[in-house]
């Protein structure tokens, strides 16, 4: 790449950087142009390109910039790209403890996208989910812990959002969700007991920010004997411990400092 190449990605990165900041109303080119240090002639141009490829947008009426769609996919790619990278060796030993097959998945909007998978050894595998799919939020054990950690607006907005998406999957109607979000809050964890799959049964728990905020969540899944009864908590032990590990990692926390589920307790064997 030559010199002024060079030159004008480093301009574009530093317009880039300017845009991911928060601004509600938007970035008046005067503004840019201050924050970069770069001329408004120049600042202008490099905008005007950014504009073309869809990755800054200009609102009609307030005349401001803001990020575009294309810079809103690249985002979304590194999210999952790096919880994939992060959650691999997580899944890798969930997997080898257990036997039994562990999702990492995220949440993006109203759903829930699954990252990762690692396949345990046990004989009889529960591949419901692929790296790829997605889920409206709640559908799912490790969806259900991503729904049930957000705040109760967000999971009304969630639940309104996937009205037509949620008739797609029966017995997941809204009163069965909130249902749900409650039993997850209360327990700590997430269970599916055969929802999506008759004779499958999966459990998740939500990985959390120190503010208490969803990053991802962790969950297992395995025929219906593997997950109920006396082996439950220590499933459920194996995966706080990950999930306060990959929060680390996320966050570049200690596990001590994150928060793996809302309540620590195991249940009652």
């Known amino acids: 790449m030559t010199e002024p190449a060079v030159k004008t990605v480093d301009r574009v990165a530093r317009i880039m950087r300017v845009m991911a900041h928060d601004a509600p109303d938007g970035w008046k080119l005067a503004d840019i142009s201050r924050e970069t240090g770069f001329g408004k002639a120049t600042t202008h141009r490099l905008i005007g390109a950014l504009v073309d490829v869809g990755f800054l947008y200009q609102d009609d009426a307030s005349r401001r910039y803001r990020l575009g769609i294309n810079a809103a996919r690249i985002g979304e790619a590194a999210r999952q790209q790096e919880l994939a990278h992060r959650a691999r060796p997580v899944l890798a030993r969930l997997a080898a403890a257990t036997e039994d097959t562990v999702f990492a998945s995220l949440r993006e909007g109203s759903s829930a996208v699954c990252v990762a998978r690692a396949v345990g050894p046990f004989p009889i595998r529960t591949l419901t989910l692929e790296e790829g799919d997605r889920r409206p939020l709640g559908v799912g054990a490790g969806s259900l812990a991503l729904l ?14 996937n009205a037509a998406w949620l008739a797609d999957y029966p017995g997941f109607d809204a009163a069965v ?75 570049g926390a200690t596990a001590g400092d994150t928060v793996s589920c809302s309540r620590e307790e195991s249940p009652a064997p």
């Open 148 to 161: 049930a950690a957000l705040p109760d607006e967000a999971v009304e907005r969630a639940i309104g959002r």
């Open 177 to 251: 969700l909130r249902s749900l979000v409650a039993r997850t809050r209360r327990d700590g964890y997430a269970l599916n007991e055969g929802r999506i799959v008759s004779g499958m049964a999966a459990v998740g728990v939500p990985v959390l920010d120190t503010e208490g905020r969803p990053l991802a969540a962790l969950s297992l899944a395995a025929i219906a004997e593997r997950v109920g009864g006396g082996r439950l908590p220590g499933l459920l032990a194996d995966l706080r411990r990950e999930a306060a590990l990959l929060a680390a990692a996320l966050t």
